[in-house]
Every structure is written in structure tokens, then in C-alpha cells.
């Protein structure tokens, strides 16, 4: 019962009385340090009552119960050195990460408490020791590894056609060569260590992959757009497609340049998540994350309605004219595929003015040029500038929130001989076993003075105007202007005794 109490406190909006009550709780508590803590116990959703404040975005409940945990182990005037424990902050031994369970929730308010102490330190220390030297090579051999599959795909053995042509439109010279064919000279066993390399490469990217959406759920891993949601499917689509490619080359099957051409564009693609390594860089990737599964997704589904409508007017239109005229319209997926030039304006609108064009196709393209032109573009474009200046206004906190989710990421991938444990282990302070974070702290003591100075003169002026209001609600109207003057005076007197604290307050900074 107490436990549910303790979480419950932690989702209460009157925060002050949240922190009175969670404490009076605490005092009852028989087992304050041992196992039995209700600090420790976990709720069904496997959250402690801190993991829950933190997942909340509870700030005011997080410094509380943080200011609780930490250990003062030396001051010298204003420095300080102080152990903050960072026993369930720290993501290297814990099933399920304090940092990505801030990162992955949905509230803005839980990112606020990656600026606080010691998450911040914690984080940076982290990041700069260890999440960005291996981050970089990371992206540097992917770079590399993509060049070598590149490579393998340019040189890709094909030999000249030597059937004859069925159709005057036929414009094929080379076709792939048989399995027997495909490794003989010296070149072909270059390009099959590419090869190997390649689909090595993809099974290790599956390997990596899956047990994490196990883990976490394919709804949570795929849709969050700072765990890199977008990009885990675009990397397990193009392992995919790097494996059915090998399939196609062993069985001598004919099209492997369908999944080879699909795996370059996905592969170089998702060189655009080693972007948020970089602060420059790494807000950027967020807003064409947003731009794509947000805005274009719900703007696709418009545009599809009308390239298929205006498609099929186009090419019932032209399916009685001569094709060697207008070529453009021959079929209906070339329909289709003109159509949607069109309405990108990648094209002009084409037209054959040595021949007669029918009334309709006027008609229906001046309907069209007004309403994908003029209407639908301006449209995408004006949803595309609202989901940058929104993205615009928190970028340097979601870029944060990146590199803590790649912190993370890196840290449960990365063996434990090439990520050692941060912070100091308790024992050799006698704490016990848990581990803190030493952070030296510097306490300007003039900062203090200064805002003692400014609270004491603003409550000073705030007594004054209430007194000044006081007499003027109680008196009536004949002796309201006298105390408007009494009032007046006590103000510009106010403000005189202020004027004199200031000019101590400069003489003494």
C-alpha cells in the first residue's frame, strides 16, 4: 500500500505537497536501505517511483528525490565535492534504461530532465569519453562498407544480349550472366570477396537488430522518431533486400537489379542517422524524419487520388491517337508515371503541335495545372514550414535527446571490455555498493548576497503598496485623495530606500 501511495505522490500536480507527503511515507518505512525499500519496489509497468517521476517529467519530484541520494564529500569555501548516486540513472547494468525511458516517452517535459544534475554530467561524460570516438568509427566503416557494396553493384557481371529485339521501344543490350558464368577471371573473385563482405554485413545488421525489437516491441522501436524508428526499417529492409539479391545471383534468377537497386537507395539513405552524431547536423535528421512520416505520408494519400484520377483521363483521351506522335500516354502506367511528373513540374506539359490534339486534353490538363499546382504544392509546402518551426524551437533539446538515445544504443551493443562503468563504486567511501558520480560544484557566495538584496527590496516595495491599498479600500471618498498622496509618498519613499540598498549592492560587487 505504501508503494502505490509513493507512486501515486509522484503524479500528483501540486508538486510541493507531493514531496511533504512521499517524505512523511518514507519515516514509517521499516527497510529504508535494504531490499525491501518501498523506494525500490516497481509498480506493474516494472517503474520505481524515480523512474516513474522521470518518465512523467516530474522535475520538481526528480531533484527532490535526487537532493535525498546525494553524499556531500568535501566543501573548501565555495567548492564542493558531491556523490550523487546513479544507481538506477545509469543504463550499464539496467534491464530497462532510466536515460531510454526519457528518450522514448511521448512527453516533452521528460527531455527537461536531461539539462538537470547529475543526468547532464552524467551523459556528457559518457558521450564525450566513449559515445563519440566509437559513434565515429562506426560511421566511417558503414561509409566504407557501403562504397564496397557500391562497387560490387557497378561491376556486376552482365554479358551483351544476343537474342533479337520483339518490340521497336526495346532498348536492352546487356543482360546478368548465369551463376557459371559470374565468377571465372580475376576481376569476378575481387568483386566476390565485395560480395561476401556485403552479405556478412547484412546478417550482422539482422543479428543486431531483432533481439532489440524483442525487447522493446516493434510499435515502440519502430515509431519513435529519436530512437531512430524510421531508420531501423530502412537498415532491416535493405539487409533484407541485400539477401534476396544473393538468393536471386545462386539460383541464376533474372531482375536481381530490382532488390540491388532498392538496397543502394536504402543503404546510402540511412547514412543520414550517422548525422545525429553532430549538432549541426543531427536536428535536421529529425525534421526530415517529421516531414516524411508526417506531413507527406497524410499528403500522399491526397496526390495518389489525383494522379489516379487525372491519369486515366489522360490516357482514355490519347488511347485513340497514334503513340509515335505523343508518346507520353502510350499506356497507362506511362500515364501514370507522366502524370506524376506533371504534377511535380518536373515536365512541361506535353504536347505535339504538328498534330491535331484533342479538345479534352485542354480541358482537363488547365484542371489539373490549378489544382496540383497552384493548390495541392502550396499546400505540402506550407504543412513542410509548420513542422520546421516547431521542430526549430526545440532542436537543441531533441538533438540531446538523440545522443543520449545513441549513448544507449552503443553502450548495449558494444562489448564490456570497450565500455567500462562510469562513476566511482561506493566501497571506497564506505556507501556500500551502489555507484555515484563525483561532481564539483563552485557557489558564488556574491551571487547570493545579490539575490538576498533584490528579494528584501522587492518585499519592502510589496508592503508598502499593500498598506497603500488597505487605506484606500477602508477610508471614504473625502479622505481617498489624502491617502493618494500618503500613498504616492510611501512609493517615492520605497523607491528611494531601494535606489540607496542598490548603490550598496554596486559598491559592494
Given amino acids: 500500500i505504501g508503494n502505490t501511495v509513493l507512486h501515486i505522490l509522484v503524479l500528483q500536480p501540486n508538486k510541493t505537497f507531493a514531496c511533504h507527503m512521499y517524505s512523511l511515507i518514507l519515516s514509517y518505512d521499516r527497510n529504508k536501505e535494504g531490499p525491501g525499500s518501498l523506494e525500490l519496489i516497481p509498480n506493474n509497468e516494472g517503474l520505481s517511483p524515480f523512474k516513474l517521476a522521470g518518465v512523467e517529467g516530474n522535475t520538481v519530484m526528480f531533484q527532490y528525490l535526487m537532493q535525498k541520494r546525494k553524499q556531500n564529500l568535501w566543501s573548501f569555501g565555495p567548492l564542493s565535492t558531491v556523490l550523487y548516486d546513479i544507481t538506477e540513472i545509469d543504463s550499464w547494468a539496467e534491464d530497462q534504461s532510466f536515460l531510454e525511458l526519457i528518450v522514448s516517452t511521448k512527453k516533452r517535459e521528460a527531455r527537461h530532465i536531461l539539462d538537470l544534475t547529475p543526468v547532464k554530467e552524467l551523459v556528457s561524460l559518457k ?12 560511421a566511417l566503416f558503414y561509409i566504407l562498407y557501403m562504397v564496397c557494396f557500391t562497387m560490387c553493384c557497378v561491376y556486376r557481371p552482365l554479358k551483351p544480349r544476343t537474342g533479337n529485339r520483339t518490340s521497336s521501344r526495346d532498348n536492352t543490350i546487356y543482360v546478368q550472366k548465369m551463376l557459371q558464368e559470374s565468377y571465372v577471371a580475376y576481376e569476378d573473385e575481387l568483386r566476390l570477396v565485395g560480395e561476401l563482405i556485403t552479405v556478412i554485413g547484412a546478417v550482422v545488421i539482422l543479428v543486431l537488430e531483432i533481439p532489440d525489437i524483442l525487447r522493446v516491441g516493434a510499435a515502440k522501436y519502430f515509431g519513435q522518431t529519436i530512437l531512430g524508428g524510421p531508420f531501423h526499417i530502412i537498415v532491416i529492409t535493405y539487409a533484407c533486400m541485400i539477401l534476396v539479391t544473393m538468393v536471386m545471383r545462386l539460383t541464376s534468377t533474372t531482375g536481381e537489379v530490382v532488390p540491388m537497386s532498392f538496397a543502394l537507395v536504402l543503404g546510402w539513405c540511412n547514412v543520414m542517422y550517422f548525422a545525429r552524431g553532430f549538432q549541426m547536423l543531427g536536428p535536421f535528421t529529425i525534421m526530415i524524419q517529421k516531414m516524411i512520416f508526417g506531413d507527406l505520408m497524410r499528403f500522399c494519400w491526397l496526390m495518389a487520388v489525383v494522379i489516379l484520377g487525372f491519369a486515366s483521363a489522360f490516357y482514355i483521351i490519347f488511347q485513340t491517337e497514334n503513340p509515335e506522335n505523343l508518346g507520353q500516354f502510350y499506356n497507362y502506367p506511362m500515364s501514370l508515371f507522366t502524370t506524376f511528373e506533371l504534377f511535380l513540374t518536373i515536365i512541361d506539359g506535353p504536347a505535339n503541335y504538328d498534330v491535331d490534339l484533342p479538345f479534352m486534353y485542354s480541358v482537363v490538363y488547365f484542371a489539373f495545372a490549378i489544382i496540383a499546382t497552384l493548390l495541392m504544392l502550396n499546400l505540402l509546402i506550407a504543412m513542410m514550414g509548420d513542422t520546421h518551426w516547431r521542430v526549430a524551437h526545440e532542436q537543441d533539446e531533441l538533438w540531446r535527446a538523440q545522443v ?6 552503443l553502450e548495449r551493443k558494444l562489448p564490456r571490455c570497450l565500455w567500462p562503468r562510469s562513476g566511482i563504486c561506493g566501497r571506497e567511501f564506505g556507501l556500500g555498493d551502489r555507484w555515484y558520480l563525483r561532481i ?3 557557489v558564488d557566495p556574491n ?5 538576498r538584496y533584490t528579494e528584501a527590496f522587492k518585499a519592502q516595495d510589496r508592503d508598502n503598496y499593500d498598506k497603500g491599498s488597505e487605506k484606500l479600500e477602508t477610508n471614504g471618498d473625502t479622505q481617498c485623495k489624502k491617502e493618494l498622496s500618503a500613498l504616492s509618498l510611501s512609493r517615492s519613499t520605497s523607491r528611494t530606500s531601494s535606489h540607496r540598498g542598490w548603490e ?4 559592494n560587487t
Fill in 447 to 451: 551571487k547570493h548576497k545579490m539575490m
Fill in 404 to 409: 543520449v538515445a545513441t549513448t544507449v544504443m
Fill in 440 to 442: 564539483e560544484d563552485r
Fill in 504 to 507: 550598496i549592492l554596486r559598491r
Fill in 127 to 138: 558521450w564525450n569519453m566513449y559515445g563519440r570516438p566509437y559513434f565515429c568509427f562506426l
